[in-house]
C-alpha cells in the first residue's frame, strides 16, 4: 500500500509483527521469528518443558523446540505453524501489512542486536495503537502511526533499557534448554 501513514488495528498484531521483526533482527529465521512473535503476543505460558528451550523476547519466556524444519515457537506442547502466523498477518493487516512490516524493519535496524534486544518493549510501548477514549481491551483497534515508528528509527534513546535481563537471557546462539 504506497502511501500508507496510519492502519487501524488492534495491538495483538503489532506485538505479533514487531516480535517477528525484533526476532529476525536477533538472528533467528522468518520462520522461527514468525512462531516466536506469535507466542510473544499469544500471552500462553507454556508449561511443558521435555526438550523445550527458552528464549527471551520482549521481556517475556517462549518456550520453543528444535524440528526438522527449524526453530519453532511452541504452544500447548507442539510447534507452531509459521505458514498460520503469516495467514494471521495478512487477514489483520491486508494490503497495509508491506509498509507496515517495512517500518518496523526500519526500526529494528537501527538498533545493533544488543541495543534492540533491551528497548525491543519499550520501543513496542511507543509506537503500539492507541486505544480511543472510551473503548477497552487487547482486541480494540487503534490507530497505528507508521510515521512515529520511522521517526524512532531516527531517534535513538540513551534510557537504560527496562527489559534488558529477559532479553539477554537467550538468543539464537545462546538458547539453552531448562534444568
Given at each position: 500500500m504506497v502511501g500508507t501513514?496510519?492502519?487501524?488495528?488492534?495491538?495483538?498484531?503489532?506485538?505479533?509483527?514487531?516480535?517477528?521483526?525484533?526476532?529476525?533482527?536477533?538472528?533467528?529465521?522468518?520462520?522461527?521469528?514468525?512462531?516466536?512473535?506469535?507466542?510473544?503476543?499469544?500471552?500462553?505460558?507454556?508449561?511443558?518443558?521435555?526438550?523445550?528451550?527458552?528464549?527471551?523476547?520482549?521481556?517475556?519466556?517462549?518456550?520453543?523446540?528444535?524440528?526438522?524444519?527449524?526453530?519453532?515457537?511452541?504452544?500447548?506442547?507442539?510447534?507452531?505453524?509459521?505458514a498460520a502466523v503469516q495467514r494471521y498477518l495478512e487477514s489483520k493487516y491486508a494490503d497495509a501489512l508491506p509498509a507496515v512490516r517495512a517500518a518496523m524493519k526500519t526500526l529494528a535496524a537501527s538498533r545493533t542486536p544488543s541495543e534492540l534486544a533491551g528497548e525491543a518493549f519499550s520501543l513496542y510501548e511507543d509506537f503500539r495503537p492507541k486505544i480511543p477514549a472510551g473503548m477497552r481491551g487487547w482486541g480494540a483497534a487503534g490507530e497505528l502511526d507508521l510515521d512515529l515508528i520511522r521517526s524512532l528509527a531516527k531517534r535513538r534513546t540513551l534510557q537504560t533499557p527496562r527489559v534488558a535481563l529477559l532479553s539477554r537471557r537467550a538468543s539464537p546462539a545462546r538458547s539453552r534448554r531448562p534444568g
Open positions: 501513514t496510519k492502519v487501524m488495528i488492534n495491538r495483538a498484531p503489532v506485538l505479533t509483527l514487531w516480535a517477528a521483526v525484533v526476532a529476525e533482527r536477533l538472528g533467528y529465521d522468518r520462520d522461527a521469528a514468525l512462531t516466536l512473535g506469535r507466542s510473544v503476543a499469544g500471552r500462553r505460558r507454556e508449561t511443558k518443558r521435555d526438550e523445550t528451550i527458552e528464549i527471551g523476547l520482549l521481556g517475556r519466556v517462549v518456550r520453543a523446540k528444535r524440528t526438522a524444519d527449524g526453530l519453532r515457537a511452541t504452544e500447548r506442547g507442539r510447534p507452531s505453524n509459521p
